[in-house]
């Protein structure tokens, strides 16, 4: 049950606080109060749209969060997603930012939207004026049906199996393509197996590769700067070399070198500086001994090199892609060459997939129709309780081809008035008619429906008289069992609630806000006044009304 609603700097709202009760409870106001804000804002915890706009002009935020009381269910279902279930109540909340980023909690943690409509689904049902066009859409006929029948376990086997079929199919109609476009794969998809196989790759390579070819393409430079440096540090043959001059250097403080620790220190260090220049001219030298210019090593390293190249155009930019690429084609093409074969193990797979989605459809057929015949006289004696007395209602069920939903086409029949034929409940059924039939449908459900509280949106659209009263005790009924919040204009349907809060916008200068007020019984004798069209006749009915409560 939803006990408690904050709402902070959406749209018209600043701030609303506003604590639930069970039972019927109603919220009236006038047209543009901001009654289509509250609902926005419920829908944004439900894990729907949350565009930017919805955030208050001069905010940098919106936020919404409710409370709800802990059931079994939903208790399981937080376990699940890693979310803290040790209280008795659920707090889900929902943040978006001027810049459009939205966040989605749920008792402190942050959860995923696909997570949050999981949760939510479980604990809020909302029915938009918009909903009763769903009725006008054969194809949704289906989903009220499966709704009643608890069909999700069924329904969940069919499409695996279906998906299943699909699968296989799309397999099987790959492989059957004409043989020409076959034979014209088969020949590429050879080239280029066996190009990338005979080119011998290696990860790697190509920076050796790269590396060596610098060297080969300078090898005559290579030898004459080393053999050069290798002159001045070691072997100078017109004057003294770098090591000689260090060499006399030592030579010369050798003797010397024990009498101060700076000496030793110099000594040393020259010692050192030998060493190294002798150790660096024979490296230099033997560098560049190894180092001569091969013409034959030189061809055969930039073939390779453009050969690499080539090949990264073609198939990768890397030579792990371009072996990824071989090793794909070579397994593409292993299943062409082997496609007879392939196919015929593939339409035996169809053929017993397509025996286990015949049983997974005869399952959820059966299922249906059963339900079907339930539940068109538990409509058609709602209806009849909502002052359609004469109304026949059937829930037709026709076998069809396989869909994603089932092999059954799902329609729902009226008949209004006495001696009419059923037909098409999109043919016939007025917007005041469509309502009832929602109701009557949303009452049932609600019987067996795990979701505590119900959110209707002006369920009285195109009613008024004795069919308003008759809506109102519906609602009554579901709020014995049921948490019921309904907007309403309905003065039978304001008058028979539990709980009664009136939406206001105030204006001050250019800002206006929203606000939700509690009434007690003047309260309500004045809006329900109001609503009906004010003056002491109005009040006097409002009275009358609340005295048959």
């Known amino acids: 049950m939803l006990e408690q609603l904050m709402i902070r700097n959406v749209a018209v709202i600043d701030h609303l606080d506003v604590s639930f009760k069970g039972g019927v409870t109603v919220l009236t106001g006038e047209t543009g109060a901001g009654k289509s804000i509250i609902i926005d804002s419920i829908n944004m915890i439900l894990g729907s749209r949350a565009s930017k706009e919805l955030v208050r002009h001069g905010t940098d935020r919106a936020e919404v969060q409710a409370v709800f009381s802990m059931q079994p269910i939903i208790k399981r279902l937080l376990d699940e997603n890693g979310v803290d ?83 296989t199919g799309k397999a099987i109609h790959e492989l059957q393509t004409d043989e020409q476009t076959r034979m014209q794969r088969m020949d590429l998809l050879s080239y280029q197996v066996n190009e990338i196989s005979n080119a ?31 002159s001045e540090l070691y072997e100078r043959p017109d004057g003294m070399s770098a090591y000689d001059m260090v060499s006399r250097a030592v030579q010369a403080i050798e003797g010397i070198a024990d009498l101060s620790p700076e000496l030793k220190s110099s000594y040393e260090e020259l010692t050192s500086s030998m060493y190294a220049i002798e150790d660096a001219a024979h490296e230099i030298r033997e560098f ?28 990768g930019a890397e030579i792990s892609d371009i072996i990824e690429y071989g090793e794909r084609a070579e397994r593409e093409l292993d299943d062409i ?42 409509i058609e004696a709602a209806l009849h309780e909502l002052n359609m007395e004469k109304a026949k209602f059937s829930v037709l069920t026709e076998p069809q081809k396989y869909t994603p939903d089932g092999a059954d086409k799902v329609e729902f029949m009226i008949a209004t008035n006495p ?9 016939i059924a007025s917007g005041g ?53 309904c907007i309403t204009h309905l003065p039978q349907l304001t008058s028979a609630a539990d709980n009664h809060f009136l939406i206001s916008k105030n204006v001050d200068g250019e800002l206006a806000e929203t606000s939700l007020t509690e009434l007690d019984t003047d309260g309500r004798v004045r809006e329900i006044a109001r609503i009906v069209g004010g003056g002491e006749a109005g009040e006097k009915y409002a009275r009358e009304l609340l005295n048959m409560k």
């Open 288 to 315: 560049s001994e190894k180092t001569e210019f091969d013409e034959r090593a030189l061809a055969e390293t930039q073939e390779r090199c453009e050969l690499i190249k080539k090949l990264k155009r073609k198939y």
């Open 85 to 167: 279930a040790d209280d008795d109540n659920i707090i889900i909340s929902r943040r978006v930012t001027a810049e459009g980023k939205s966040t989605a909690r749920v008792n402190g943690t942050v959860v995923t939207l696909n997570t949050l409509r999981d949760i939510a689904d479980m604990l809020i049902n909302i029915h938009g004026q918009h909903d009763n066009q769903a009725l006008l859409d054969p194809i949704r006929h289906i989903t009220f049906l499966d709704d009643y029948a608890k069909t999700d376990e069924l329904l969940s086997i069919y499409k695996a199996r279906y998906a299943e079929c699909r699968k």
């Open 433 to 485: 008619e469509l309502s009832r039939v929602m109701l009557a449908i949303k009452s049932i459900l609600a019987k067996t429906d795990s979701v505590e509280t119900l959110i209707f949106d002006e369920i009285d659209t195109g009613v008024s008289g004795s069919a308003a009263q008759k809506i109102a005790d519906k609602l009554k009924t579901i709020g014995e069992t049921k948490q019921v919040i």
């Open 337 to 378: 060459t082997t496609s007879d074969e392939r196919l015929e193990e593939l339409r035996e797979q169809l053929a017993e997939q397509k025996a286990e989605l015949k049983k997974a459809a005869e399952k959820l057929s059966e299922k249906r129709r059963a339900a079907a015949k339930i539940l068109e006289k538990e």
């Open 200 to 230: 011998k790759l290696t990860i790697g390579e190509d920076e050796e590769l790269g590396s060596h070819l610098a060297l080969l393409e300078n090898a005559e430079r290579i030898s004459i700067a080393a053999g050069e440096a290798y």
């Open 419 to 427: 001696g009419e034929g059923l037909k098409p409940l999109v043919k």
